[in-house]
């Protein structure tokens, strides 16, 4: 088991004294959380991609690590991006200012 970090431990304590509470969530809020997993667990596309090898060998490494299987990995950490919860610290790219860009001529 890997040690526990400082807010993990804060966690640990407050449980260890008795100081937190259980609570239930109301009805509202568990069919927003049913509609929330259904949503995430419904897969309807098929979709194939082509990787790198050490791209692949590193993903499945991270979710060995996290305990999941690779494909959900790659799954979770697309859906996090799409719907903005997962973002770039900094562009791969570098960004081009509109005037930058180069128009075209037709032959």
Do not use: C, W
């Not at 966690?11 to 260890?16: F, K």
């Not at 082509?50 to 999941?68: F, K, N, W, Y």
């Amino acid at each position: 088991m890997k040690k526990l970090d400082a807010f993990e431990k804060d966690i640990l304590e407050a449980y260890e004294k008795g100081e937190l509470v259980s609570t239930s969530p109301s009805k509202a809020k568990l069919a927003k959380f049913k509609a929330a997993a259904t949503a995430t667990f419904f897969k309807e596309k098929r979709v194939n991609i082509r990787l790198s090898t050490p791209d692949l060998m590193d993903i499945q490494a991270r979710a060995l690590e996290e305990g999941v299987p690779y494909q959900t990995l790659i799954a979770s950490v697309l859906h996090k991006f799409v719907s903005g919860r997962l973002v770039e610290s900094s562009p791969a790219l570098p960004q081009r200012s509109s005037g930058a860009r180069q128009k075209r001529r037709a032959p």
